[in-house]
């Protein structure tokens, strides 16, 4: 199995916080990593740091091989994508919010591509609606179309069904399935609830205080943690 | 209140008439104010788009004091000024633009500048952060970013554009140093209502002075209704 990204010695630090500190970790070729952890745990750093919009302080992020100090050529760079937790969207309508992504990788404008994702996700009646009078939901769903109309091949997501009603919970997390299958994607999910990982993670990972705990299996993971923060973390206990 | 009724008759008559002198006068405002203002948005946009996503360029801390000064510099001495740089034994005296509509031009241009700059970079900076980041993470180049962020603040730079073009159309201070309202050449609406004031044709003045805020009201009107198509989708 290849791996997608090699993480050795990573340290990232805001001011005094070392807020990342990752000794080793892979993300493998085509796999949901699902992973989860506490409120300010560093999820939402590590996602950055995957996503190239920062460098590590310390260390070496490999991706499918190579390592790059600062500079990402932007072909790689354009491999990768994230749906942030809060939805970043343009004043404009929804369809121009899911246009603009393919414009900036100078894709053919494709409306019928547009439109069969809007559709997907039950967004087809909103195409033109300006973002501003979008619910939460339905902005999360603008999203995530916007990310997965580019046909990323790694995905990115933190928090991606934060705003959702469980029947919208269960379409996207099919549609990442299905998109992760079908095209060979790489898909780490950030997310605050355990049985969101259970259900759609190949792997799960546990992050505390910017480190990563246990890792593994998720079958394993959530029958059979290693770790006693696991264990507490699942109960629902306070863990840090 | 006599004068102001007598000043709108005239103002509603010499309209109607066409008077070609009139004309002439509100053309070269126009053309004036209008040159001014392109060549300022031209410079000043990019300007002020830069400086509101670089937020870690050096002398900031100098040059934003610098542009905020620049906002409220006094015509008359801009006029002096670019007065000074377009005489004979200025940097620009070559040009023989003194008392030329073309001299007029970098005088308003000057004034223009530092309010499209820095107004474009206060709604640049205005725009959500975390919007450049997403956009990055979508594969946006700087270039791409750039652009993507100044569309997004269009309001606000529409804003910097109506502020631009009332300060100068308003402006008499600089035009009348550097233009010498010379009739038929160089006169504008503002320096004909200071001529016409001080010569006691106070009706006419204010006739002229209510063309002036026509003309303001019905440019303004435009970009209002610019500003409110861009508020929706
Ligand atoms: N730009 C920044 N500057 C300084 N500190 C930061 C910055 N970004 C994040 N932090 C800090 O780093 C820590 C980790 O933040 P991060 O957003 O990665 O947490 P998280 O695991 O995503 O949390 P949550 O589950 O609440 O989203 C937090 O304590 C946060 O305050
Ligand atoms: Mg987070």
């Known amino acids: 199995m290849t791996t997608t990204y090699r993480l050795s010695g990573v340290q990232h630090v805001y001011g005094e916080r070392c807020v990342v500190d990752i000794a080793h970790l892979s993300i493998l070729e085509g796999e949901i990593l699902g992973i989860v952890g506490p409120s300010g745990a560093g999820k939402s750093t590590l996602l950055r740091l995957l996503n190239f919009l920062e460098t590590p302080t310390i260390g070496h992020i490999e991706y499918r091989g190579s390592a790059y100090d600062g500079d990402v050529p932007l072909s790689v760079r354009r491999e990768v994508t994230t749906v942030f937790q809060r939805p970043m969207l343009l004043r404009r309508s929804v369809s121009a919010n899911i246009r603009i992504a393919q414009r900036i990788r100078g894709g053919a404008s494709g409306d019928a591509l547009i439109d069969q994702w809007l559709d997907r996700l039950g967004l087809a009646d909103l195409t033109d609606a300006p973002i501003r009078t979008l619910s939460a939901g339905e902005a999360q769903r603008v999203a995530l179309a916007r990310a997965l109309v580019v046909e990323p091949s790694v995905l990115l997501l933190d928090e991606p069904t934060g705003n959702l009603d469980p029947y919208n919970v269960g379409l996207i997390e099919h549609m990442v399935r299905s998109d992760t299958d079908r095209r060979g994607m790489t898909t780490v999910v950030v997310t605050h609830d355990p049985f969101q990982a259970k259900r759609l993670a190949d792997r799960t990972a546990l992050m505390i205080s910017g480190r990563v705990v246990e890792i593994g299996e998720t079958e394993q993971f959530f029958t059979d943690p290693k770790q006693p923060e696991t264990r507490a973390f699942l109960r629902g206990d306070l863990v840090y | ?233």
């Open chain 2, 1 to 233: 209140m006599e004068t102001l009724a007598r000043g709108f008759g005239e103002a509603v008559q010499l309209l109607l008439e066409f008077e070609p002198a009139l004309l002439e006068i509100v053309g070269l405002t126009l053309q004036v104010t209008l040159i001014a203002l392109a060549i300022a948005l031209v410079l000043g946009i990019p300007i002020g788009a830069a400086l509101g996503l670089a937020r870690r360029i050096p002398g900031r801390s100098v040059l934003v004091p610098l542009i905020y000064t620049g906002m409220g510099l006094p015509p008359v001495v801009v006029g002096l000024f670019t007065y000074l740089l377009l005489s004979n034994q200025g940097p620009m005296g070559s040009l023989e633009w003194l008392f030329t509509p073309s001299g007029m031009i970098v005088a308003q241009t000057i004034i223009a500048l530092p309010l499209v700059v820095g107004l474009t970079m206060a709604a640049v900076q205005a725009v959500d952060p975390d919007l450049p980041v997403q956009m990055r993470a979508l594969g946006a180049t700087r270039r791409q970013i750039a652009l993507t962020t100044l569309v997004e603040s269009r309001i606000g730079v529409t804003a910097a554009v109506v502020a631009a073009y009332g300060s100068i159309i308003s402006e008499v201070g600089a035009v009348m140093l550097v233009g010498g309202n010379i009739e038929g050449e160089t006169r504008v609406l503002t320096t004909a209502i200071v001529l016409e004031t001080r010569k006691g044709n106070f009706a006419l003045a204010l006739a002229l002075g209510i063309i002036l805020l026509a003309l303001a009201f019905i440019t303004n009107f435009v970009f209002y209704r610019l500003q409110l198509r861009q508020g929706g989708p």
